[in-house]
């Protein structure tokens, strides 16, 4: 009986070749470990990175810089000044004093007491009567805050003389005999309910008049308003909110040369008589003549043409950061793929 026949033994695999082995093992070695998930999260990051590096607009940075004062409206355009967090109460509870008396003793626990001491003891400041009268008169309101704003309504006249020369009011000299600069064209508090127009004529009338007897015309299209928040310089420790009317005018028959007016008694109308002789007032204002600065308006005319030109482009280039974004995220995408 012949022998059972074995079945055939299975050949050894066959080794891989040295080229396959060295290109599989490049190969592994050589690719990237890619994690979708991280890769989405890196994508997100680049967009978050292009849509926060767009430029701030101007209403967001002005906002992070406003002080804690009452809203005003935002036709007005507003210069601020870093003045420290107030308390502010609404504008319609606006203190009324009875007397200067009642007047100081109500702003002593509310301002700082070298600060308000220094009132018209200081060369240049204006004591509690001068602000007593322009409360009493309407020219100044209190707003019931800590620590107090005072607000006030100017109306700001830059006079137009030959040579386009503007009249500035250099200083000005007090009834205490002290002399306080001033640097500024012709200014007023404006009366209650008074239009900007008839508070100019009235300012040409009360601090021009002595000298000027021709007609007054405000310069077409030359009317700006804007206010300003900061400390007062005549009431020191006082942060106030002036409302500045501005315009150009013409005044006929002013001097060519620098001048002096007197002013008359500055509370005739008031009926406290005897408050208005404590008061602090203007005796005598020095006029001068200046050139107007034609660097300064052609720097002004720079800034402005520069940014009329920039504004468009930046509007541009911030419009396609997001379509850019997209077209990235959606190459990474595929390629993860």
Known sequence: MPPPSRPPTPLPPAPPHPQSTHLLLTT???????????????????????????????SSSSASLKPQFPKIPS?????????????????????????PNCLSDWLKPRLASDSFASWGVKPGTKNVHNLWLEISQGETSLADSTPPIRTVNVVTVRVIGKNSRVLVESHQELSDGTVRSRHRPLSEKMKPDESPESAVLRAVREELGSVA?????????????????????????????????????????LPDEDFCTEEAEEYVE??????????????????????????????????LESKTLTQPLVKAAGSLLWPISLAVLTVLVTVCS
């Open 28 to 58: 592994s070695h050589h690719r990237p470990n890619i994690n979708i998930p991280d890769f989405f999260l890196t994508a997100l990051s680049i967009l978050f990175l292009f849509s926060s590096s767009s430029p701030p607009s101007s």
């Open 75 to 99: 036709s007005r355009s507003r210069r601020f000044f870093q003045l420290p967090s107030m308390s502010v109460s609404n504008s319609s509870n606006r203190r009324r004093f009875a007397t």
């Open 213 to 253: 007897g021709g007609e007054v015309r405000i310069v077409p299209g030359s009317y700006r308003e804007k206010v300003e928040e900061r400390y007062s310089a005549s009431y020191p420790g006082l942060p106030a909110r002036y409302v500045l009317y501005s315009v150009d005018a013409i005044v006929d028959g």
């Open 270 to 303: 008031s009926e406290e008589k005897k408050v208005a002789d404590q008061a602090v007032t203007v005796r005598k204002h020095f006029w001068t003549w200046r050139h107007l600065e034609k660097g300064a308006i052609m720097e002004q005319k720079g800034k």
